[in-house]
């Protein structure tokens, strides 16, 4: 619990959907101007597509606001990753319906990855929503309000093979003023069976390099101290400038990043195990400003079940890939993972794989799900959702009651030791303390002393929890 309350107000690389609270924009002074209020779900693309949006909407008037009831238009950002994902938009619709009969002008959007999966339907479904709009339509978002303004429903759920959205400043929400996140590729290609992302983001597209290394120049000159390059498979990353001549590669991509200033830290995510190189491993090694933390989803330790799942590993591949990070980059580097429990016709010694192989690679952190079934998808379309729920869920639990020594050995073994930390704000806890990431993406807390957020202090390691490190400045 205190991992998940301390990320949510620091919007980091371990602040994923398994958090699974939705993030709000702030107030801003706005006399005469229509506002808007929106509402994040889902991953951390979805809250970088939150900042796209806002500012789309404030180029178009708009001023943004912290609370729904003060709001002209309500936009949901949505995810539907799993089917609780989505109950959980539903929910809130229903409170929001009280708001709109109270003020019928108010206009709702849905935007998002639930959007795009459910298209119109969702205006069926939900009388109350004005607005469906998908992950690649928010240049259009002034005309869709528009639109509904003059009383008609507004749709646009094209997905593009172009659109980066590159040439749009994001609008930093919720930001501490240290941290951000750089979208540098949309979409998906990679089809694994159970996912319904190729469908709500569509096809893969990379983009401009220039472009990203340019945001992360101006965040660096407006005071932010790190930044977390986003995409479904960063590994795959590739750039082709339009005349053909300049080809970039992930590990160049971060290697670019890296160079805009050497106290800007760099993180990224999403790696997938099939594209993860040696040389994205060696670019890390040679920049002390590229954090060492990879998050390595593995999804099962078992080779029928990785095949079922058309992850296209299989687990000696994904062993050897952790032997490589721990050769490269050494025995600290921090290694998270993303594990789904009792996917289709998963048999209980296909588990335990899975519980052996976190017990190999001894994981710092994960993030673990009980399979859900996609409509649509190909798991959907070909295997039976044949695992018990509640077997689901006891092997879930095994999973995290297991990652949860992993995690507390891991922090140990940093008692003791003074680590490198990037303050990001007070501790949940009290003002009295401070809060900031090491090097390995875990949340330190020590006295706040004369520290301000932004700075980096190095802290001696004197007490662990399996989601904290605790310490003192020296
Ligand atoms: N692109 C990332 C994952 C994005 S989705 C990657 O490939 O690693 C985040 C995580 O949600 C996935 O890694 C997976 O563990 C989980 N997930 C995706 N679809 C799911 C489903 N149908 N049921 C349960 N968990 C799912
Ligand atoms: Fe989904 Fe697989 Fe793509 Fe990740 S790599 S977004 S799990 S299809
Ligand atoms: Fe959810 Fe879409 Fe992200 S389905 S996890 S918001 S890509």
């Not at 089917?83 to 002008?105: F, G, H, M, S, T």
């Not at 240049?139 to 759920?157: C, F, Y």
């Not at 659109?163 to 089809?191: H, K, Q, W």
């Not at 760099?266 to 491993?281: A, M």
């Amino acid at each position: 619990m205190e991992r998940i309350t301390q990320t949510l107000s620091i919007l980091t690389e371990a602040d994923k959907e398994s958090a699974d609270e939705p993030r709000v924009l702030e107030d801003e002074l706005a006399v005469g101007k229509k506002r808007l209020y929106i509402e994040s779900y889902g991953c951390q693309m979805n809250f970088s597509d939150s900042e796209i949006v806002a500012s789309v909407m404030r180029n178009a008037g708009f001023a943004t606001t912290a609370s729904a009831d003060d709001a002209d238009v309500i936009f949901l950002n949505t995810c539907a990753i799993r089917d609780n994902a989505e109950q959980k938009v539903r929910n809130r619709l229903k409170q929001l319906n009280i708001l709109k009969k109270r003020k019928p002008e108010l206009l709702v959007g849905m935007l998002g990855c639930m959007a795009e999966r459910l298209k119109a339907k969702l205006l069926e479904e939900e009388k109350m929503v004005d607005i469906v709009a998908g992950p690649d339509a928010y240049r259009d978002i002034p005309k869709l309000v528009e639109e509904a303004e003059s009383g008609q429903k507004a749709v646009n759920v094209f997905l593009s093979r172009e659109e980066t959205y590159a040439d749009i400043s994001p609008i930093r929400l919720n930001s501490n003023g240290v941290t951000a996140f750089i979208s540098i590729m949309r979409g998906c290609d990679n089809m694994c069976s159970f996912c319904v992302v190729p469908y709500t983001r569509g096809r893969e597209r990379s983009r401009d390099a220039h472009s990203i290394v340019r945001e992360a120049r101006d965040l660096s000159a407006a005071g932010y101290k790190e930044v977390t390059l986003l995409g479904q498979n960063v590994d795959s990353y590739k750039w082709t400038s339009e005349d053909g001549l300049e080809n970039v590669n992930f590990a160049q991509l971060l290697e670019r990043v890296a160079l805009v200033d050497p106290d800007l830290r760099i993180r990224f995510s999403t790696s997938h195990p099939k594209d993860i190189t040696d040389e994205v491993l060696h670019t890390m090694a040679k920049y002390d400003n590229i954090c060492k933390y990879i998050h390595l989803p593995a999804q099962s330790g078992n080779d029928r079940i990785l095949k079922l799942m058309n992850r296209t590993y299989d687990r000696a591949w994904y062993i050897q890939k952790i032997d490589r990070i721990r050769a490269i980059l050494g025995e600290d580097c921090g290694i998270s993972h993303d594990m789904i429990s009792g996917f289709c016709s998963e048999t209980e010694e296909e588990h335990q794989d899975t519980l052996s192989l976190l017990e190999y690679v001894r994981y710092d952190y994960g993030y673990m799900f009980a399979y859900s079934e996609r409509p649509g998808t190909p798991a959907a379309k070909k295997y039976a959702d044949d695992v018990p729920y509640e077997v689901k869920l006891r092997r879930l639990n095994e999973i995290i009651a297991l990652q949860r020594e992993l995690s507390l050995e891991r922090n140990q073994r940093h008692i003791g030791q003074v680590q490198r930390v990037l303050i990001e704000g007070f501790s949940k806890r009290s003002d009295d303390f401070l809060c900031g990431r090491n090097d390995h993406n875990k949340m330190v807390v020590f006295p706040k002393g004369d520290y301000q957020k932004g700075q980096y202090v190095n802290v001696l390691v004197t007490d662990c929890t399996a989601a904290t490190l605790r310490g003192v400045t020296v």
